[in-house]
């Protein structure tokens, strides 16, 4: 009995979420103008970024922790604070891509009023924003993972550092990100350098 309980509460979890991203894609506003993107944008900070990415620094911080449920818990805390970072850079990705996406139906549309090195500036943002986005939200998912597994107290499982996920394969995060801001600021340099400067100091 208690058996077919978890498995109607899995289902019931599985299909809340399937409804919850429909209805989160669904509302999502998918064209934009750059007017629209600016506003939306979150503020990175960089230096935080590498810091708390580096794997060695992180060692250093855990070191020092002997205690096994204090150890369990910082992981658990870096682990979700780590979620927060990639949660802000995901949602920059997106609301550039939709963006760069509106421009490149602008382009197909009416390809005369572009020159081609418009043409390649909204083609670049447009492949770099979205291969953050897929990669960063598979990551997400990862993380999210972990901090359930790590949420059971008696469950024997080695935690991952947060440091590690700055890694998706071979992908460094941090890198794909920094590709999608300046393939951001770039498009931008189109409008006016104010508002290429505006997307760089936000994200």
Not at 9 to 30: D, I, N, P, R, W
Not at 32 to 38: F, P
């Amino acid at each position: 009995m208690v058996n077919h309980i978890w498995f109607w509460l899995l289902v019931e979890a599985a299909g809340m979420t399937l409804l919850y991203m429909e209805v989160k894609h669904g509302s999502q506003f998918k064209n934009r103008t750059l007017d629209e993107v600016i506003p939306f944008l979150r503020k990175i900070n960089h230096e935080q970024l590498e810091e708390f990415f580096n794997p060695a620094r992180e060692s250093e911080r855990l070191r020092f922790v002997v205690n096994r449920h204090r150890d369990r818990r910082s992981r658990r805390v870096r682990l979700d604070l780590g979620r927060e970072y990639l949660l802000c850079m995901v949602h920059n990705a997106r609301i550039v891509y939709q963006w760069g996406r509106t421009e490149y139906k602008c382009l197909r549309s009416e390809p005369d009023a572009f020159n081609r090195q418009t043409g390649e500036r909204i083609t670049a943002l447009c492949q770099a924003s979205m291969l953050f986005y897929n990669c960063g939200l598979l990551t997400l998912a990862e993380i999210s993972f972990w901090l359930l597994i790590s949420s059971i107290p008696w469950l024997p499982v080695s935690i991952p550092s947060a440091a590690e996920f700055r890694k998706f394969g071979r992908l460094d995060l941090l890198d794909a990100y920094e590709k999608v801001r300046s393939a951001a600021a770039e498009l931008a340099l189109a409008f006016g350098e104010e508002e290429a400067g505006e997307i760089l100091q936000l994200m």
